[in-house]
């Protein structure tokens, strides 16, 4: 499959992936390219498939130079960077990596609600910074029992849910629809599902109707006491509402790591103690990333050996 040509449009940052390329394609590092519209003209006819992530994929201005092309792996569960109805247009298959990714991003969930309401990493600076002489650093908020509302009770929603359960935590949620055989409170509004919660996580995926689904009202509903957990996409999120109801006390912590620009992240959130900032690490941890490669490379051999995608999406 040496002569297959394959655009990687994301940067060539974790190398296990890049290997296990090179060693069944021609890999292309769109990346690395200088003038990127020259690389690719220069390549379109030898390029069949395209490996994106969360934050590159494919839109419809590179599907359309594309002529060759046949499929877009994405190294991501979110697709919110393809574009899906220009791919079903083109009949050009679609794939991601979803169920891989879950426990890790659930993890982080639940490591932000600690971390926001037990502010541990202000109390690690409190430490580093030799203040712990002077005095002990003050009360902070417990975890156990907290109510948490989840928006979208997907793969992710659902683990999220469960690990909080183990805190005794009573669990509600928002989705497009009421969701059968699941035992957690249902609310038919954001709004009404914030107003009734203590901790606030979306969740849920990023699309035209999910953008800044987290907006000034709900926020106020989540009040000065309220924690937003963020660990879907920052676009779900109004970022300078987030930013004045922070600094203006309307809501009480933010665990967050995504953003609206990355990673560009808003400079006033950085000196507030009750909020937790990271990188988009949700599934950054070796033995996710090395699945999610797995699977990446495991849906180009199947479908140019013409065989079932692992885990089609068109």
């Known amino acids: 499959m040496e002569s297959i040509g394959v655009l990687m449009t994301c940067p060539p940052n974790f190398?296990?992936?890049?290997?296990?390329?090179?060693?069944?394609?021609?890999?292309?590092?769109?990346?690395?390219?200088?003038?990127?519209?020259?690389?690719?003209?220069?390549?379109k006819n030898s390029i069949r498939a395209v490996v994106g992530n969360a934050g590159f994929g494919a839109d419809a201005e590179l599907i359309d130079q594309l002529p060759k092309l046949e499929i877009v792996s994405s190294f991501s569960v979110g697709l919110d960077k393809v574009d899906l109805p220009k791919c079903k247009e083109k009949r050009i298959r679609v794939t991601n990596t979803p169920d891989v990714l879950t426990n890790d991003v659930a993890d982080l969930a639940i490591g932000l609600m600690l971390a926001v309401l037990r502010r541990l990493c202000e109390s690690d600076r409190y430490v580093r910074s030799g203040k712990w002489k002077k005095g002990d650093y003050k009360l902070t908020t417990k975890f156990t029992g907290k109510s948490v509302g989840i928006i979208g009770l997907g793969r992710i929603g659902m683990a999220i849910a469960t690990r909080a359960e183990a805190f005794s935590c009573p669990i509600s949620y928002y989705a497009r629809t009421e969701k059968p055989d699941v035992?957690?409170?249902?609310?038919?509004?954001?709004?009404?599902?914030?107003a009734n919660c203590q901790i606030l996580v979306v969740a849920c995926a990023l699309t035209e109707e999910t953008h800044h689904i987290v907006n000034r009202e709900v926020m106020n509903a989540l009040g000065p006491k309220g924690v937003l957990i963020n660990?879907?996409?920052?676009?779900h999120v109004d970022e300078p509402e987030l930013v004045s109801a922070l600094l203006e006390g309307r809501l009480g912590g933010a665990g967050l790591d995504v953003f609206e620009d990355e990673p560009n992240v808003p400079e006033p959130l950085f000196?507030?103690?009750?909020?937790?900032?990271?990188?988009?690490?949700?599934?950054?941890?070796?033995?996710?990333?090395?699945?999610?490669?797995?699977?990446?490379?495991?849906?180009?051999?199947?479908?140019?050996?013409?065989?079932?995608?692992?885990?089609?999406?068109?």
């Open 15 to 43: 190398p296990y992936l890049v290997e296990e390329l090179e060693k069944r394609f021609t890999l292309y590092k769109l990346q690395n390219a200088p003038d990127k519209t020259h690389f690719i003209n220069s390549h």
């Open 183 to 194: 035992k957690y409170r249902y609310y038919p509004s954001v709004i009404e599902l914030a």
């Open 231 to 235: 660990i879907g996409r920052g676009p």
């Open 271 to 314: 000196g507030l103690e009750n909020v937790v900032l990271l990188p988009h690490v949700g599934s950054g941890t070796v033995e996710t990333r090395k699945a999610m490669a797995d699977l990446v490379v495991g849906n180009l051999e199947a479908h140019f050996f013409k065989k079932p995608l692992l885990t089609p999406v068109v």
